[in-house]
């Protein structure tokens, strides 16, 4: 496998391609966009020594289940943003907001002033492991970029997308990756069996940084690799048994229902695994077939209506272009 490596400097193109002055000056007559922010699943997640940069180095096998977080752009003459959904209330509007960060980077990239008329349908749980904020500046930069009409550079994404955080890199192309560094070196599993998922929060949020420090021991990163493509289901489990998620036992002792919510998934029939991801609180189950996952989801959610519970698949690769599969190879 080849990573990608995020440069900060200039792009082998030489930066962005700009839409002709006209098109910056005024709105354009067709829109909206709609994207899809989907949830990023780490089916492990290997946590080695903390760098001179302030971050942990790490191994990480990520994919893509095909739920998430919905965001719509439109244009308009000046940028805003506004949030519905089942999770809107626990993610106000403000300068923070990691969707208007990145349209104004993406703005101030290209040398345009940042309009839009943004709507996040906010479907995933908030600090969840699932890298939902991370998603939803993906899928501003992705949006955007076809609202404003840049012919944007897949390196060129990544860079952006890099200034913005350290998950929000892997979420542009939305695509299995094995991930390295703090989240910058992405390299793509070309192939991957399927299987179904099933999602369960116990309706806690974990930080990510008191994650880290409460973290006593960990696996370190030296010696892990991962195979560029899988030959099935059961190669597959074979490999991630071998593998595990440092920060699971570091978030329970901060949201002890975590450790509930993994007990309830291993009890489940025809589960194949159940892990925590990211750094908590979601929790996943994988399966062989999308009919089992259905069940566990709702015998799960039946159990403990109080819990956030979906069933999902993996995701189709639709963010993939020909440039950015030339870039990831």
Not at 55 to 60: A, E, G, V
Not at 180 to 196: H, Q, T, W, Y
Not at 297 to 304: D, E, K, W, Y
């Amino acid at each position: 496998m080849t990573p990608t490596r995020i440069d900060r400097g200039k792009s082998d193109r030489g930066g962005l391609d700009r839409a002709p002055s006209g098109a910056h000056a005024g709105l354009k007559p067709h829109g909206p966009i709609t994207v899809r922010a989907l949830a990023k699943i780490n089916l492990f997640l290997h946590v080695g020594e903390r760098q001179a940069n302030g971050y942990h180095d790490l191994k990480s096998l990520v994919v893509f289940a095909d739920y998430g977080d919905t965001l719509r752009a439109e244009h308009a003459a000046a940028l805003s943003l506004s949030i519905e959904g089942p999770f809107s209330r626990g993610l106000p509007v403000s300068d923070d907001n990691l969707v208007l960060k990145a349209a104004r980077a993406l703005a101030q990239r290209v040398g345009r002033q940042a309009q839009g008329r943004i709507l996040l349908t906010k479907r995933l749980p908030i600090a969840s492991g699932i890298g939902g904020g991370s998603a939803d500046a993906a899928a501003a930069l992705r949006a955007l970029a076809q609202l404003w009409e840049i012919d944007v550079s897949h390196d060129e994404m990544l860079q952006i997308a890099d200034g913005l955080g350290a998950d929000v890199p892997m979420c542009i192309a939305s695509a299995p990756a094995f991930v390295e560094g703090r989240g910058e070196r992405i390299s793509p599993v070309c192939k991957l069996p399927d299987f179904a998922l099933v999602l369960a929060n116990p309706m806690v949020e974990v930080s990510t940084a008191e994650a880290f420090k409460q973290l006593k021991s960990r696996t370190g990163v030296d010696g892990i690799r991962c195979p560029q493509q899988f030959e099935g289901l059961e190669a597959l489990i074979g490999y991630l048994r071998t593998t595990n998620n440092d920060l699971e036992q570091p978030a329970i002792e901060i949201a002890p229902m975590i450790s509930d919510v993994l007990s309830e998934l291993r009890r489940q029939p025809n589960i194949l695994l159940a892990r925590m991801s990211g750094s908590g609180a979601t929790c996943f189950g994988l399966f062989a077939h999308r009919e089992h996952a259905h069940v566990c989801a709702t015998q799960v959610a039946r159990a403990h209506p109080e819990w956030w519970v979906v069933g999902a698949g993996l995701a189709a690769t639709d963010f993939v272009t020909p440039s950015v599969i030339e870039s990831l190879t």
